[in-house]
């Protein structure tokens, strides 16, 4: 008996990836229908977006270099999530990185060119992290809602820098809302030239490497973990619950952060107004593709980097719309969101009797307690 | 002397021009809440309301035609709310998320397959500013009501048809037992998930007139993103007026006045610092602690049954 | 009359047979008590009959027509409601809008909130309630609040009240009330099931007492004048019942714990009043009272939940102050009062929760913050040896272990570092016999190596059976120190619920 419901917990654990899988195919699918309205075959389209993003070296760099800050915006969502924390801040977080490199970027010289490009990141990592412990602090103790703190700070953090964008750090005869360009020192090396795929991707996979060891290998991450299923216990257990929450959003923010200066250093070379299509946003759905997991988020980034690279390639010459990227993104969320609305949609599809009675045996072992 | 009159009167009515979008989509979240669902889908089903509002009175040329097209789609929004959080027991957070971003990634889709646009759609038929010559006569009040749309006045009473609804009648009272104690109300043989899908339908419903409020109402065309956070602004006036349709009309009001500084600062100071002031205060709000106020007691808990 | 009668009734769900044919039959006026122990069926067996959940098989009539119900509200308007365990109030509603919500007078749009009131206030004098009906029901003892879901029930115009554990939270003087209740109303015609463990109770207010054991019917006849409570026991348990046998603690050594002025301040109340007691090592001190005495209080000052007003806390003379990390490390071990919501992580796994609250200590733990996964396993399987855990393994998630033996890796976490002190918060709350036998030695052994044990438990047979000495609280004060068999058990009950009574006066009437 005992064993039986272990098994169907190792069963749970596999399938997160299978519900994610599902919920990608049924997303794609549904994705065939919008265009299908645009007048084009979807299966032909399919096969372009793919075989542009993987088929010829532009292509694929352009799916990582689309994929980096979404690896970055990713990390963040899932890190806070796992204290149970919603990190909707991370497009503010990523402006305030943004800013924060360019200005080191900018305006300090002299310095080795490795060298200049982490002080970049460890700029953003800083700024991003102190707007996300400002919306932490709120939560920790004024309880705020932190999904609405962090939106109004976002809205705050784009108005001012692009204040400074368009009035104090304008170069001189320049059109459009942007800081002076950063030193050749800050700039990060292109992998492959005439793209603009830069060492920020390994910046990227490093992160995730970094954050899957803390929370698997480490105390801080048991601690962690803990506090983001049982507060109540963590508190028993002596862990300080305030503390771990505040770090772990803070960190959530500073990762944002690095996202921006991955922008300014590897792509833009400045701090541009409105440089970011949705990023932090697309973190969420990227997060839960990978079900929280920050080495999953690597390769649920890297797919929606192909399916961005691929639209915006075939958008120049048909008009397949961009924004269907961003449809499949939600779409995805919502059926990642809800297991249940997947195996409803499977158990119909296939007939399959057999949830009704599983559940039945769940309220067995809960009024037996 | 006559000067200070004028802007007093510009300022006042301006507050209740800028607060009526702020007062139907809070109205909505107490519809929601006060149902046990969290209300963080404001946003999205404004956009909608917005976006198909103008759609609706481009396709019938009516203006009120366009609020009801932009009410249902408000309200279908809303269903993928409900149907995430209430059938399939989703987070109310991330299913209010889905919202906005569905809202947020399909309006810009659906502007260009149907109007073959970006950024903005067309201009169509809107309501216009009723001509009551006879207000103007009225000292002070006939001045400042006489600049309102007549959405402003349809707002206040739906204000005062909503407090009646909620504490008055007998489905009010069992939609509020509902939200404090799902538990309670299902052995008393509530349909709980009824109770909850009507509130949520209401809620998009609102939040769709709100929308509607400024695309036809305000202006007379739909603006990629024009609800520009409004929405979220709701849901802390809703908690800021205690989930009360009283208490949120008065919030409105209040916030309203911020936005109302906003459009008289603007070509004083540059325009990014201006437009950030409304979020500065939202957040101050926030932070002293003044929006707060902890809702029903049920909301967000779900019953098996 | 015969009012209900269940025939064969049978509910298996995969895996368990909670119900294996039993029949029930209910008379008019008649008051029927349904004995059992926790998981015996006898929840199920009323939740069955008020259409919670369908049997698998079996028929059931009532007033002699065959029904059938679906959903609860089938079932009350029939005229069957059900009081529950855990009260179905809105503590934000008053007494009125909470009984009447749902079935409310007026038109059929609006609230006729007048009409609605005089409804109440009838039906409150009619059978003698003591209930303002105008009180919000957060202000409310729960007494109080239960006689305001009996109320409801009765507004629905019910025949047959069941009511689930119903005393479970009452005072003593509360169940005598609520017990006057019940004969008023099978005076009036209604007929009622009490769904109870509690054998005192059930002779006392039942005519008749249907008792289950395992899912079976065992005896639906018993008549409670003619049993005694321990025959009544043995039907219920299925054999001798030898759980309350003192083992007094050998070697009492010194002063290990010691608890001077402790006073906890709450919502602007003083919820534990200027309390001090101090435990010896190899002692067990027993704290007896109704829950929500300042219980909960005294558990979170002492092991760092909570800063109290006022507290000296001494442990072999050293003082411990801060938080709970610093209680954990000085060596006050705590089996908190819920294991689920204060003492595991059910989504982690049986390793993960063995270590929770040491997981810094070095054998856990190297000096960069690292954990020692190795070492970790190795110690969770031999606890899990030694403790009988029965789980799969070590990486199965605690959610998929029964309640006996979630409650043994919190017993076995916390036993094995050896705490100098440990406050134990209801052991045994809802775990089965075997597993309450196993953890009750553990505690005598933990003692007999020289650790001092603080025990709460709302279980007052469990109190006096373990314990070396006995503190009675009361609206947070000590009211009474005594040694185990000194104090008989309606001694003790009267001074749980604050009885001003004079011990010589009871002893006489012994």
Redesign the interface.
Known sequence: MIKNIDNARKIKMGSSFMNSAIALVISLILGMVIIGISGYSPIESYIAIFGVSLGTLKGFALSLSQATPLIFTGLAFAFAYKVKMINTGAEGQLYAGAMAAALVGAYITNLPSGVHALLGFAAAFLAGGLAALFVALCKVYLNANEIIVSLMLNEIIIFFTSYLANGPLKPPGSGVGQTKMIEDTAKLTKLIPQTQLTTAIFIAIITACVLAYLLDKTVFGYEIKVTGHNLKASNVAGINVSKISLITFALSGAIAGMGGAAMVLGVNYRFVEGFSSGYGFAGISIAALAAYNPIGVIFSAFLIGILKSGTITLNRTTSIPVELVDIIQVLVLIFVAAPALIKSIMSRAKKVRSKSSREEHMEVKTSDI | MTFNAEVLYSIVASTLRSSVPLILAALGGCFSVRAGVSDLGLEGMMLAGSFFSVLGSYITGNAWLGLLFGMLFGAVFSMLHAVMHITYRVNASISGMCVNLLATAATPLLLNEIFGMSGKSPIVEAFKKPDWQWMNNIPVVGRILGAQNVLFFVAILLVIVSWIFMYKTKIGLRMRMVSENPHAASTVGLNVTAYKYFGVAMSGCLAGFAGAYLSIGQMNLFVEEMTAGRGYIAVVINAFGKYNPLGVFGGSIFFGFFDALQTIFQNIFPSQLVMMTPYVFTLLVIALGLGGSRGPAGVGKHVDN | MEIIRMENISKI????V?LKGVDFTLNKQEIVSLLGE??AGK??LMKILYGM?APSSGRIFYKGEPVRFK???DA??KGIC?V?Q?F??????TVV??II????P?S????DKKKARQEVIDLISRFKFNVDPDAKVEKLSVGEQQRVEIL?VLY?KADVIILDEPTAVLTPHEVDDLFAVLRRLKDEGKSIIIITHKLKETKEIADRVVVLRDGNLINDNVDPRKVSTKELSEMMVGHEVNLQARRPAKHIGEVCLKVENLTVEEDGKEKVKNVSFAIHHGEILGIAGIEGNGQTQIIEAL???RKPKSMKLTLDGKEVTG???????AGIG?V?EDR?????????SVM?NMI??Y??ESEF?SKK???L?KQISQYAEKLKKDFLV????IY??VS????GNQQKIIISRVFSREPKAIIVAHPTR?VDIGATEYIHNQLIELRDRGAAVLLISADLDEVRALSDRILVLYEGEIVSESMPGELSEVEMGLLMTGGNYMVEEGKQRD
């Open positions: 769900y995969p895996g368990t909670a926790n998981g929840t199920t959940t959903r609860p509200i009350i308007e059900m529950h855990h179905m109030l809105v503590p934000a509603f809008e909470n919500a749902g079935s409310e007026g059929n749009i609006f609230l409801k629905r092991t760092g939940l938080k709970s990390s610093d209680f954990l490390k705590h908190p689920l919501s204060m003492g595991l992580v059910k989504e982690m993960e929770l609250g997981h810094r733990c913050g690292l954990l996964k029965k789980a799969a393994s199965s998630a998929s272990l029964s309640g809802g």
